[in-house]
């Protein structure tokens, strides 16, 4: 079985001197590994014509595929595509289609067209344009050698649109891709050394084209199964022998049998018990809704959220009792167990998370050192409450608060 | 002027397949370009021997350091500690203080330990090794034919930590580097080709040390200056005089001089105005609150926030009339508007946001397709409303939102 390969270029000194992450990348390998087409390098470099010719050759050396990312804008530098020329033995020209796009998209903005903007028309004669609907730089499509090479601009929303209207489709059609497919169960509450330890016996006998891969995410660890083989049905179902065989061993501590945000593995439990939930958040700032929102469809269980940064809010909002925060503080058990209490009563839901804690960098004590949160999660007849150590920066010890409670509270819906 | 240079390897499928995003690169870039280190080059990699062995040799080819993060985790293949034996011909030894601190870490948290625990402590006999606080696994620092190569596990408090009580230090040490400067302005409401055009005159004199990037990030534009130099002193100043008159070309759009997230320069301004902020959150599910109180210290101006996703809470908590929803719906400029005034007298606070729209995928209609956002933002005595349509995925549309409601509210206060 010989593997279609891809290689991503990303060109941009934005990447590489770290002011922007990279999230294209994780996207792109994504949806080619859909079509069975596996990412196997992926190269980030910076607007020097050099660096890209060398690095073009390079990649089209390991890959059949080479997918570059960036150098396109209205204000590159104008590297990119003289190089892709170069690259390529040939000469920009003007694209007629491309240029009435360009002009069509100022003039229906009632802006003036610069001459930058109708450079953006300008394209390597030896290509194949790809049009872009989401902006002024198009898509190019080269081949050279038996390689496929196609030049995208690097802005998330039109690289996607470039992606799944061209490219995509393209190379399914050029390729008689086998399978690659990927299955992920989250567990949580053991250390990926013991998980590994129980699946010592799985592990040893698994064929070599399907691997096991320990993610630890945050608070919870993810255990992936890749499979590669020439018939995707073939695959898919052994793959699912063996990943069902390996979810039997670890009942205990699984969270959930997809790849999704804990998030939407709470959502769907309240969706399927058609309860609803709430949030009162101080230390975790909104994090905790925001994620819940953030899931499609989410408003059929989540009604509301407060976030009570003062004490004044959290006596004013959830009726704390000025007494407790007297005798005990903001963080701490008492203050979350009635914080909780305050949000059922005010956002008239099932259940309920409340979280207060001291993220950093200041604001801690020898008592209640930064990274002590407390959490309390339940309902009217049921609560729980926790207290957790957080040891890193401020927005992983937010992030982690964040998982701990909103698995807290998956747990005790379960029970 | 010769730059040293820096390759960061990364190894691992999940960064190859989509499953995670690196955020490592980023920020290693960032402390190296601080040092005068040049990252010119980013690669990953799966666990894969032959691609070790071969992208060691190519970025030493290339870059006088060599990075390598991922693979080393108590569960990981047992290829990279091996192939580094293999490339700087060497064999794994008992490194005795790292047992140590393993056994130290099991025993403290009263846990079994494990062999695969125990191998944590297995190092290459060529390395220095690198205490890791902060993990099992230490850090291992190699030099070959005059380059430098540290290889470090890829948890990013892990990696943070190894980097900044050794590599960083040990870097400056070791090599006599060159300034590579860099300094961000942030402007709102101008096309990217038109500050290009403004620009024009400005960028044509730059010299050849001194590099203008435009980079857009969701409805803002930065404009980035890079200026490498000898002295780091002589740099700053050439750097400073060139970006000041940059700015000093764009005052009617400029946000702010340095590379910060638009929720600080709202805090920094209420900080020096001493008024205090609050948000009222519909589609934004939070967003908003959770930016403000990403910043450290924004305790002294922000109160508090709402989420108020159903219709019944914008009523209870916000007092939105039953009849504004009825008539105009929870998507409309009079629904924002009783938002952000319910949440100026719930929260008590000086200044306050209100945002209600369809992010999608679902919830859109003829009248308010989704993507329609109302945003009011103002105090009691001043208030605006604005309307926007944006056209992206949901995720995308929320941030959006987020960043206009934000940027709204500040050029109210500057007005």
């Given at each position: ?18 002011q ?7 996207w ?14 992926r ?8 660096d ?25 530098d ?10 390529f033995?040939?000469?920009l ?7 009435q796009?360009?002009?069509h ?12 903007n ?15 609907e989401k902006?002024t730089?198009?898509?190019?499509w ?13 802005v ?5 649109y ?9 190379l399914?059609?050029?390729?008689k891709?086998p ?9 949580s ?14 592990e040893a ?13 945050f ?28 979810m ?11 790849d ?14 058609g ?28 009604k ?22 007297q ?10 167990k009635?914080?909780l ?32 949160v ?17 040891r ?5 010890n937010?992030?982690?608060a964040?998982?701990?409670?909103i ?9």
């Amino acid at each position: 079985m010989s593997r279609t390969t891809a290689s991503i270029i990303t060109i941009g000194d934005e990447l590489l001197i770290g002011q922007t992450i990279d999230t294209n990348s994780a996207w792109m390998a994504q949806e080619l590994n859909a079509l069975g087409i596996w990412v196997h390098r992926r190269v980030a470099i910076g607007d020097v014509r050099e660096d890209i010719l060398d690095t073009l050759a390079k990649e089209a050396g390991y890959s059949d595929i080479v997918l570059i990312t960036g150098g396109l804008g209205p204000t590159a530098d104008d590297i990119t595509k003289p190089t892709l020329c170069e690259y390529f033995d040939t000469k920009l020209v003007q694209h007629e289609p491309t240029l009435q796009w360009v002009l069509h998209i100022f003039e229906s903005r009632g802006l003036p067209i610069l001459q930058r903007n109708v450079d953006q028309a300008m394209v390597p004669e030896a290509c194949t344009v790809i049009r872009n609907e989401k902006g002024t730089a198009p898509g190019m499509w080269f081949e050279k050698e038996g390689k496929v090479y196609v030049s995208m601009p690097g802005v998330p929303y039109e690289m996607k649109y470039i992606m799944q209207s061209y490219v995509l489709p393209q190379l399914a059609l050029h390729y008689k891709t086998p399978a690659v497919l990927h299955h992920t169960l989250i567990t949580s509450g053991m250390g990926e050394s013991f998980v590994a330890e129980r699946l010592t016996a799985f592990e040893a006998k698994l064929p070599p084209h399907i691997k096991l891969a320990y993610l630890p995410s945050f608070s919870l660890l993810k255990l992936r199964l890749t499979a590669f083989g020439e018939d995707k049905l073939t695959t898919a179902a052994e793959l699912s022998l063996y990943f069902h065989e390996m979810m039997a061993l670890l009942p205990d501590i699984t969270v959930t049998d997809r790849d999704i945000p804990i998030a939407e593995v709470l959502g769907q439990l309240l969706k399927e018990k058609g309860k609803t939930v709430g949030t009162a958040e101080s230390c975790t700032g909104g994090l905790i809704a925001s994620w819940i929102t953030d899931i499609p469809g989410s408003s059929a269980y989540f009604k509301g959220s407060v976030v009570t940064y003062s004490n004044d809010m959290k006596m004013k909002l959830l009726g704390v009792k000025p007494a407790t925060l007297q005798a005990h503080g903001a963080v701490s058990e008492e203050t979350v167990k009635e914080m909780l209490g305050g949000a059922l009563a005010l956002l008239e839901t099932d259940y309920a998370v409340a979280v207060s804690g001291i993220m950093g960098p200041d604001g801690g004590t020898e008592e209640k050192p930064v990274g002590t949160v407390w959490i309390a999660a339940g309902s009217r007849d049921k609560m729980v409450t926790v207290r957790f150590h957080l040891r890193y920066d401020r927005e992983r010890n937010t992030q982690m608060a964040a998982v701990y409670a909103i698995n807290e509270l998956r747990k005790l819906i379960l029970q």
